[in-house]
Every structure is written in structure tokens, then in C-alpha cells.
């Protein structure tokens, strides 16, 4: 990594070095250190406890055998094991972090989708912890995934280096980007996509009864290659014990003609997905940022 290609060289050593003791830590110690970030985090009833009740709240999906303050706890217990676990991920050695795979299941359906030979995309929401996928595919195949640079610019030449720690390739969200995902699945390869952020055009679409601004990037990957999709979720286990990366089939609506219908497959999936345990998902995205002229504002 080349620090002086950044606007503030001391800014990126500084936040580099961090990421560095933090990386070297073991699993248990990583997750027993979030554990007790998410819970300040909800105790000092952060941005991310308000939005994360805001949204558990939205779409129905507070637990009836726990107190709400309890399932919100536990959901910013896990986003702060994710932020620990992460530097790990990004700058670890490939035969350590591999070793907190203990699981892997479908993979049978991923090798079919791909010996069809006209792509496979990974449908892969914000769930447990999504960038252990990067290691998963690093031992397997070339995979590429869009990258969203962040805003803060001494942050980019970190982000731009360690994402690209096991080989698979980061493409900008750009019309650049978004040309190599379509050359990466007429040659064949898996691109991932995670399709759960608000992006910059789409339709609103339904997501657990709340309508949703969803992109309409995968419906048109799949439409003009033909490839396949697969789902994917990170679980995160219980007791440091590892996570199990699952695959699954989507929606079969995913593949439909009309846009719309397969844009609703899509947040069914995901939905899928989010329920194998609703603890693990990103709550505290503003996912209802925009929404249809003539309603109230979630936030």
C-alpha cells in the first residue's frame, strides 16, 4: 500500500496500524471485544439503536418470545463482532481465516450453476459477516464484486488495498464496474452482488411489507447473460465456533421477464435469507432512506 497516493498520509499509516493489531487478534477475543461495542453502542442509544428499532419495528420482525430492547442488544452485539472480525479478514493470512469456516452447505448448487457456463451471481445481503465470502472464494475461483469506495479519501487506498488481500477482484460502481461484471459473466465467472443498499436508480419494491428503492442492476445481469444466481449468507456461530457460509436457490421469479416481478423475487430472497436469523442482519442501514412521494419518513 502506497500511503502518499493519499490526501493525508499520517491519517492513513495511523488507521492502517489499527487495522493491523486488530487483525492479529484471535476470533474469541475479536467477538468478545464487538460483544461489548454493540453493547455500549445500544446502551448510550446511538444513531444505529434508533435506526435498528426503527426498522425491526417496520417490518415486523421483533421476535415475540423477546423483550425488544433485548433483540435490538443482540443485533448491535453483532455489528460490533462484525466490525472486530473484519480487519482480520481483510489483512489475515488465507490458511488462518479459512479456519473460521467451519461450515460450508449447497455447495452442490453453486458448482451446478456454474458448470452451466453462463455466469453466476452471488446474492449476498449484509448478514453476519458477508467478506468472509471473499476467503471462501479465494481457494475455489476468480470472483469479482462491485466496491463501493468510501467518501473520506485517506480511507481509499486502505480499502482499495485490503479488499484485494485474496486475489478476488473490486470493481468501482460505475459504468466501468458495472461493464466488468457483465465481461466476468459472458466469460463464465461468479459475480457477487450485494443487493440490499439503496441505490442510485430503481423501483420501489416491496421488502417485509415496506416499499423499498431497489436497484435494478441483478434483474438486468440476469436478463442480458442468462446467469445463474445462487444466495448466499455468513453465519456467525455461537460460542467463537466459526460461521457457516450457506448457499441457497433464490426465488424462482428471479429469472422472469417483467423487471418488476423479478425485482420482487429478488427481495424475497433476500428476505429468505434474513430470517435464518434476523439477529445477524444489517438493521442499522437506513434502508427506507427514500420512499414514495405522498408517505412518511421512516427516520
Not at 5 to 10: H, R, T
Not at 135 to 143: C, K, L, N, S, T
Amino acid at each position: 500500500m502506497n500511503a502518499q497516493n493519499s490526501s493525508n498520509p499520517v491519517k492513513v499509516a495511523m488507521l492502517y496500524f489499527l487495522l493491523q493489531c486488530l487483525a492479529r487478534l484471535p476470533l474469541g477475543v475479536s467477538q468478545w471485544l464487538g460483544r461489548r461495542l454493540g453493547s455500549g453502542l445500544f446502551l448510550l442509544r446511538t444513531r444505529a439503536a434508533t435506526v435498528t428499532e426503527i426498522n425491526l419495528d417496520a417490518c415486523g420482525m421483533f421476535p415475540s418470545a423477546v423483550k425488544r430492547d433485548e433483540f435490538v442488544k443482540r443485533r448491535l452485539q453483532h455489528m460490533g463482532q462484525t466490525v472486530m472480525e473484519t480487519p482480520a479478514i481483510w489483512l489475515g493470512s488465507r490458511p488462518r481465516i479459512e479456519r473460521w469456516i467451519s461450515d460450508v452447505t449447497g455447495v452442490s448448487l453453486l458448482d451446478d450453476a456454474f458448470a452451466q457456463g453462463k455466469g453466476v451471481i452471488i446474492l449476498l445481503p449484509h448478514f453476519g459477516n458477508w467478506e468472509l465470502l471473499n476467503v471462501f472464494f479465494a481457494g475455489r475461483q476468480p470472483m469479482t464484486a462491485l466496491y463501493q469506495p468510501p467518501e473520506k479519501a485517506y480511507l481509499r487506498p486502505i480499502m482499495a488495498a485490503v479488499r484485494k488481500n485474496f486475489g478476488n477482484d473490486m470493481v468501482p460502481t460505475n459504468r466501468t464496474g458495472i461493464a466488468q461484471l457483465y465481461r466476468c459473466l459472458q466469460e463464465g465467472q461468479v459475480v457477487t452482488i450485494l443487493p440490499d443498499q439503496v441505490p442510485a436508480s430503481g423501483d420501489f419494491i416491496p421488502f417485509f411489507g415496506q416499499p423499498a428503492f431497489t436497484d435494478r442492476l441483478l434483474t438486468r445481469l440476469t436478463q442480458k447473460t442468462g446467469a445463474r444466481v445462487i444466495t448466499c449468507v455468513v453465519i456467525r456461530q455461537p460460542a467463537s465456533q466459526g460461521f457457516t457460509i450457506r448457499f441457497d436457490l433464490p426465488d424462482p421469479d428471479i429469472y422472469a421477464k417483467d423487471p418488476l416481478q423479478s425485482m420482487l423475487a429478488i427481495n424475497r430472497s433476500i428476505e429468505n435469507c434474513v430470517r435464518v436469523d434476523p439477529a445477524q442482519y444489517q438493521w442499522e442501514y437506513k434502508r427506507f432512506r427514500r420512499y414514495p412521494e405522498g408517505t412518511l419518513p421512516l427516520y
